[in-house]
């Protein structure tokens, strides 16, 4: 079974997401684009296709379920099969507060964005890349597993960490599928023009993607990632 040459971007946001899109783009990857709201990826399929690159969006939350669900096979239709690459960037760092005063519900959804939406995605799209024997499952994470936050970063530090142990899982459970799991743990605040400029980073999922890094997991805190 084949897959397509196209990249699911989920989460495509102003930093990570776009910068990911790009480097996707410039090797010639259909760029299946998801957010939660369309003006934002009307634009941003405008500027891709004024560049060259084959795009479309697609609105989904991480928070729904069952928008995960019904904006699988739409994604299927478009690109004419699976794609060979998916990349999970979304993340949300609300409700912020002291843990213990943040709501249960609140805490709930910030769950269901941060870990379980890069499940669901797993769910949808892996059977397909193992039938296949390669493709990628790409994750972006952040520091707050290595070093969890209070002082109203508690939700995402627990989101954070809860997508940190999917993605290694993940990569445990399809070991010697020809599958690519990588995780790409950011170390500190992305900025363009810093260590942590968000072109420079996005390059790390293109090798991961192709196999010249073969580590799992990168924690990435300047232009020399570790492993």
Do not use: C
């Not at 072109?199 to 192709?210: P, T, W």
């Amino acid at each position: 079974m084949s897959l397509r040459k196209t990249a699911v971007i989920f989460g495509v946001g102003p930093g990570i997401g776009i910068a990911a899109a790009r480097e996707f783009a410039a090797l010639g990857y259909r760029l299946a684009l998801v957010a939660r709201t369309s003006s934002k990826l009307e634009r941003l399929v405008a500027q891709f296709e004024a560049a060259g690159t084959t795009a479309k969006g697609f609105v989904a939350d991480g928070g729904d379920g069952a928008s995960i669900d019904a904006v699988v096979p739409e994604i299927r239709k478009w690109a004419e099969g699976d794609p060979s690459v998916v990349l999970f960037n979304a993340f949300t760092s609300q409700p912020a507060g002291p843990t213990h005063r943040v709501s249960p519900a609140g805490f709930a959804r910030s769950l269901l964005v941060n870990a379980a939406a890069a499940q669901h995605l797993a769910y949808h799209f892996a059977p397909a890349l193992v039938a296949a024997g390669e493709g990628s499952l790409l994750f972006t994470g952040n520091s707050m597993p290595l070093h969890p936050m209070g002082n109203g970063f508690g939700t995402l530090s627990a989101g954070k960490s809860a997508m940190r142990s999917v993605a290694l899982t993940l990569a445990e459970d399809l070991a010697g599928s020809g599958v690519r799991v990588g995780l790409l743990t950011v170390d500190g605040p992305t900025a363009r023009g810093s260590a942590l400029d968000p072109d420079v980073i996005a390059a790390e999922f293109v090798k991961m993607h192709e196999g010249s890094v073969t580590d799992t997991e990168i924690i990435y805190s300047g232009p020399y990632a570790t492993a």
